[in-house]
C-alpha cells in the first residue's frame, strides 16, 4: 500500500513570496491533515478535512493560509504571502475514517523564508 | 498552554538497556494516546497506542503504560537497540469528545552502541 505522498521536499522561499505544498493521501482515506512543525516542537494541526469538507480549520492563520481538497483526495496548502515564522516542516497525514484514530503521516515538506 | 508535555528534550541509552520516555498531560478529557516515532527527513510513524480504559498495552518490544490519576504515561522499550535512535512524540485526543490531537514537543532518544 503507497504511503501519504507530499511534494515538494524541500523549499526556499524568500518573505511576501508565496507558495503551495501538495499531498496525496492512502487510497481510501476519508480523512487528511494538515501539520506545521516548528524546530524543537510537536507537529502543530492547522486543518482537517473529511472527504472534501473542512472539520477544524481553528489553528489556520486565515489572513496567509489557505488549504483545499476539492475532490476528496489529493490536497493543496497555500502560504501567500509567506513570514520569516513560516519557516517549518509542513506535514500532511491522513486516516482511513472520520478521526480521532491513528494517522498516517507523510514525509514532509521543509520550508525555509529568508 | 501546552497540554501535552514532555519534559525530557533528549535521553541516551546504552544498547540492550530499557529506554523509558515520559509524557504528561493537563486535559483531564483525554482519552486515547499515541506514540509516534520519527526519522530525520521523515514523516512520524504510528508506534503504539493506548485507550484510557486500560493502564498497559504491549506490543513486542514496546509497552505503553497510563497512570490517569497522575495523568502521565511512559513508553518502555525493552531492550533498546541503535535502531530505535529517533525523536519519539507522544499525542493525545479526547476521542470521545471528536477533538484532534494534540503533540508534545518530543523527546530524541540515542542508543549508544
Known amino acids: 500500500e503507497a504511503g501519504v505522498a507530499q511534494s515538494p521536499r524541500y523549499k526556499i522561499i524568500e518573505k511576501r513570496q508565496s507558495v503551495a505544498f501538495w499531498c496525496n493521501p492512502i487510497s481510501g482515506h476519508a480523512t487528511l491533515y494538515w501539520y506545521q512543525q516548528i524546530l524543537g516542537q510537536g507537529p502543530k494541526l492547522l486543518i482537517q478535512?473529511?472527504?472534501?469538507?473542512?472539520?477544524?480549520d481553528s489553528q489556520l492563520p486565515k489572513d496567509r493560509f489557505s488549504a483545499e481538497r476539492l475532490k476528496g483526495v489529493d490536497s493543496t496548502l497555500k502560504i501567500q504571502p509567506a513570514k520569516l515564522e513560516d519557516s517549518a516542516v509542513y506535514l500532511c497525514a491522513s486516516s482511513p475514517g472520520s478521526g480521532g484514530e491513528t494517522q498516517y503521516f507523510g514525509p514532509g515538506t521543509r520550508l525555509l523564508v529568508l | 498552554d501546552q497540554q501535552v508535555k514532555q519534559n525530557s528534550p533528549s535521553l541516551s541509552v546504552q544498547e540492550g538497556r530499557i529506554s523509558i520516555l515520559n509524557c504528561d498531560y493537563t486535559?483531564?478529557?483525554?482519552?486515547?494516546f499515541l506514540w509516534y516515532k520519527k526519522y530525520p527527513a521523515e514523516g512520524p510513524t504510528f508506534l503504539i497506542s493506548i485507550s484510557s480504559i486500560k493502564d498497559k498495552n504491549e506490543d513486542g518490544r514496546f509497552t505503553v503504560f497510563l497512570n490517569k490519576s497522575a495523568k502521565h504515561l511512559s513508553l518502555h522499550i525493552v531492550p533498546s537497540q541503535p535502531g530505535d535512535s529517533a525523536v519519539y512524540f507522544c499525542a493525545a485526543s479526547a476521542r470521545d469528545n471528536g477533538q484532534n490531537f494534540v503533540f508534545g514537543p518530543g523527546t530524541r532518544l540515542s542508543v549508544l552502541p
Open positions: 486535559n483531564s478529557m483525554f482519552d486515547y
Open positions: 478535512f473529511q472527504n472534501n469538507g473542512v472539520v477544524d
